[in-house]
């Protein structure tokens, strides 16, 4: 039967070609417009680190002066050196690292490379390891390392690639700012994206090179990068001092288990509470303990103009779909003298409502066909912008299948009450107007 | 004309007619806030900088290995671009308006006010800065030759109580900081630091806009020296700012070639990458809009002529009785005509409703009431033109098919 109604559909595709063509333009665009939106919404939205994303933590404390002070307002979303380095010292949680972005240049060993600049990190051993850091050749380094501010980094692969063609150049020296590091591990390709454990930079495109211990970066005075907020009374000219009032260090934690994350928060409050006591913190305690996907939702992670397009894409959908409507019930009731002759000659109701439903149906599909190249062109231009997360505005497996979904799925909809009012159609009325 | 009998055929069609309507009103409403946030962009696109637009250039270097000699270095560069032929001036500064991340600093009216009046863009500038970024001085004077400190000599200070500042000041965070106008010779703190107004420059934009502000900006008279700050250039005739770029960017790279060249660029070169994203968005919604309104037309388009083929026997019966093909004609238009006005009347709440969700949502201001109208007028030609064509269609019934059989 189902063949029957499709032969059916595509002989009247075939009677009004320009409707039908006009019907499946319409849904391809919406849907085009929808699934380029949908999927680039998809992308920055996406979980960066899917298997550990709910055992990794961002911790937030706030130093700052009592002025200002509202009860249940946003803690800083950095930390002072200080802290970091105390919570770092005490290490209540099973990992943990605390770390910053920086930048410098790169003095090549060669003598055909010119010197370039690098983006680099600052971090604790713990790094590696807790965002599943793989490693090409060699490893991280050990908190010892930390300790003895070890003259030690661990480099990405493009940079491998383009200091020591690819080889495994643990052992090798690596002259940063005149000063020279040796290479205890090489990455491999490690995209994190978007890269949450440091959001104050660019987003998204994981471009860090070299990993530093933070101590050795501190102690070579490499140049720091990302924001840095400071609240003292007092001018800090030096924003990087150990007891500097400004907040300019990322800290992140592993905890595993639900009881050590409940106990690692009551630890955060003593902590508050102790250098509040200490006269170091005006305020009460102020903590928060986030993992990366409610960090990520914090931090607003998808940007306003994408949540637009997306409204405004299926808004555009939404008037394909009433466009559709109103286009379907022209085409099938005027063809109501065929809907009677048919009804007389004994088809049901719910045959001629099967019957159209699966035209509807058809064109959903056509239009789902062309509504992907329409999502493979507007993803391409996605890409051709100048937007940190242009690179990654791909169709994948999922929102493809997805898409012929929503086509089929709308155009449905929309043949729905068309289609039960072609299958009221009173057979009499209309062969005695014929 | 006689409107009741449109309305009662109209009634025959509820179905098809409410579509249309609906149709109508979801397009207007998307289209009234799609062309309200366009002129929003635009305005952020035309946003004034304050500086000499087509004649600045920035050049961003970084040193590698030691730079105790920066100082001397600094010298010697300025010395050489100056000596460039087609550059007016030659200063450093640390950043420039819409360059994106930008040193801001608190400034209160007093050192222990709870909270601070403003933030700030904190522009560093060396000697000639006023006169290499063409900035528009509306009060006051320039910094003093003697008033220029070094950068590094004030960051090293071991008692940062002994430290203050003469300071140029935008109009706009003059006023805020002093409504009544009197800004001119008063003291701003930021922290514990005093600095005096000496200077009320007219305009001069942040690299980037913070809490919904670009225009809250200091100058503090502090010599940078390369490595801490950026070369500002300013061109005499704007035609040739490329080929100077490039001829003062070698001529750098001459002086020391192991420093790394980190940014060379023209200033409206950083206004274009700073404004792209709502360059882009200005164009997606204009494309948009135009695709809603091809698709509301194609929907008048295809209801109309459904319509007309439905009511062949009625038109010819009509011509047959004496109606002219002109009032066929605006029989179809007039009908139209309603249900437009329908749709744009619904569309006009829609378009105020999705206003408000907009507004919470995403901070977008109250959309203007000029926006309703602008958008019934388009929709009216809109609907108009669409109709045109099965309107003539039915025009062009013979009157003799009433007489056939059908």
């Known amino acids: 039967m189902f063949n029957y109604y499709l032969e059916l559909a595509l002989r009247s595709f075939r009677r009004n070609r320009v409707l039908t063509a006009l019907m499946v333009l319409a849904i391809a665009l919406g849907i085009g417009a929808s699934m380029t939106t949908l999927t680039v919404f998809y992308v920055l939205s996406g979980d960066p680190i899917p298997h550990k994303s709910r055992q990794l933590f961002n911790v937030q404390l706030d130093p700052r002066p009592l002025a200002g002070f509202q009860p249940g307002a946003e803690p800083s979303d950095q930390l002072t050196r200080f802290d970091a380095e105390t919570l770092l010292r005490e290490a209540k949680a099973p990992r943990q690292a605390m770390m910053t972005g920086g930048s410098g240049a790169i003095q090549p060993n060669t003598t055909t490379l ?27 380094w050990s908190a010892d390392d930390d300790g003895a501010r070890a003259r030690v980094a661990v480099i990405s692969k493009s940079l491998n690639d383009r200091l020591f063609a690819g080889a495994n150049s643990v052992g090798e ?20 994206s978007p890269r949450f454990y440091d959001l104050s930079t660019s987003r998204y495109g994981n471009r860090e090179e070299v990993f530093i211990p933070f101590a050795t970066a501190i102690d070579l005075k490499l140049s720091h990068q990302g924001s840095v907020s400071c609240h003292g009374r007092e001018v800090a000219n030096d924003t990087t001092a150990l007891n500097a009032p400004c907040t300019w260090i990322q800290y992140w934690v592993e905890l595993p288990a639900a009881a050590q994350v409940a106990d690692y928060r009551s630890y955060l409050d003593n902590y508050s509470s102790q250098q509040r006591a200490a006269g170091r913190y005006e305020r009460p305690p102020n903590t928060r303990l986030r993992d990366v996907m409610s960090w990520l939702d914090h931090k607003n992670i998808v940007p306003g103009d994408v949540r637009l397009q997306l409204w405004l894409a299926f808004g555009f959908l939404v008037v394909c779909l009433v466009n559709t ?3 379907l019930l022209a085409k099938f009731l005027r063809r109501s003298g065929e809907i009677g002759v048919r009804r007389a ?36 231009m996605v890409r051709q912008q ?36 072609a299958s009221r159609v009173a057979p009499a009325i209309q062969l005695k107007s014929q | 004309m006689n409107i009741r009998p449109m309305i009662s055929a109209l009634r025959r069609h509820k179905t ?65 671009l100056r000596a460039i032929s087609g550059v007016e001036g030659a200063t450093l500064t640390n950043q420039v308006p819409f360059s994106g991340s930008a040193w801001d600093t608190s400034l209160a009216l007093s050192p222990d006010q709870e909270h601070h009046t403003l933030m700030a863009a904190m522009y560093l500038g060396s000697e000639g800065f006023l006169d290499v970024m063409g900035l528009n001085l509306i009060a006051g004077r320039d910094f003093a030759a003697d008033e220029y400190q070094d950068f590094a000599a004030v960051m090293s200070a071991t008692d940062t109580s002994k430290l203050h500042s003469p300071i140029l000041i935008s109009r706009e965070a003059a006023d805020r900081l002093f409504p009544d106008g009197t800004a001119l010779g008063k003291t701003v703190y930021t922290a514990n630091i005093p600095l005096t107004i000496v200077g009320i420059i007219d305009v001069l934009a942040r690299p980037y806009q913070s809490e919904g502000n670009w225009s809250y900006s200091i100058v503090l008279p502090l010599r940078t020296t390369y490595a801490e700050g950026s070369y500002a250039l300013r061109v005499a005739d704007p035609g040739r700012r490329n080929d100077i770029l490039a001829a003062a960017t070698s001529a750098l790279e001459r002086i020391d070639p192991n420093r790394i060249v980190l940014n060379q660029r023209t200033y409206e070169d950083i206004r274009t990458e700073h404004f792209s994203s709502d360059r882009a968005m200005v164009w997606l919604l204009v494309v948009v809009c135009a695709a809603l309104l091809v698709v509301t037309a194609l929907g008048v388009v295809g209801l109309a002529s459904f319509w007309v083929t439905q009511r062949t026997r009625q038109i010819g019966v009509r011509r047959a009785l004496g109606a002219t ?5 605006r029989y179809f238009q007039a009908e139209n005509f309603l249900l437009t006005s329908a749709g744009i009347a619904l569309g006009m709440l829609l378009a105020y409703a999705l206003n408000q969700v907009l507004m919470t949502r995403y901070e977008l201001p109250r959309l203007p009431l000029a926006y309703l109208p602008a958008g019934a007028v388009v929709l009216w030609l809109l609907g108009q033109a669409a109709v045109l064509w099965p309107a003539r269609r039915a025009a062009s019934v013979p009157p003799a098919i009433a007489t056939r059989g059908a």
Do not use: K
């Open chain 1, 325 to 327: 409507v109103g286009l």
């Open chain 1, 386 to 421: 100048p937007v940190g997360y242009a690179g990654l505005a791909y169709l994948n497996l999922e929102m493809l299948l997805l898409t012929f979904v929503l086509a089929v799925l709308a155009s449905v909809l929309a043949g729905l009450l068309p289609a039960w009012r």
């Open chain 2, 16 to 80: 098809a007619s409410l579509l249309i309507v609906l149709e109508i009103a979801l397009s207007c409403a998307i289209i009234c806030n799609a062309l309200f946030m366009v002129v929003e962009r635009l305005d952020r696109l035309n946003q004034p900088g304050g500086v000499a637009q087509d004649q600045l250039l920035q050049i961003q270097l970084a040193g590698t290995g030691d730079q105790d000699n920066a100082a001397a270095m600094t010298r010697e560069d300025l010395a050489t």
């Open chain 2, 325 to 329: 093909r002109g009032q066929i004609l």
């Open chain 1, 345 to 380: 000659l004994g088809a049901s109701r719910r045959a001629i409502f099967t019957q159209y439903l699966v035209e509807a149906g058809a064109i959903g599909l056509a239009g789902g066909l062309l509504g992907l190249g329409v999502s493979y062109v507007g993803l391409w």
């Open chain 1, 173 to 192: 020296t690596l002259r940063i700012d005149g000063n020279a590091l040796r290479v205890v591990g090489v990455l491999e390709d490690w995209t994190i």
């Open chain 1, 114 to 140: 010119r010197p370039f600049i690098a983006q680099f990190r600052y971090t604790t051993a713990d790094f590696f390891s807790m965002f599943d850091a793989p490693f090409g050749f060699g490893q991280g």
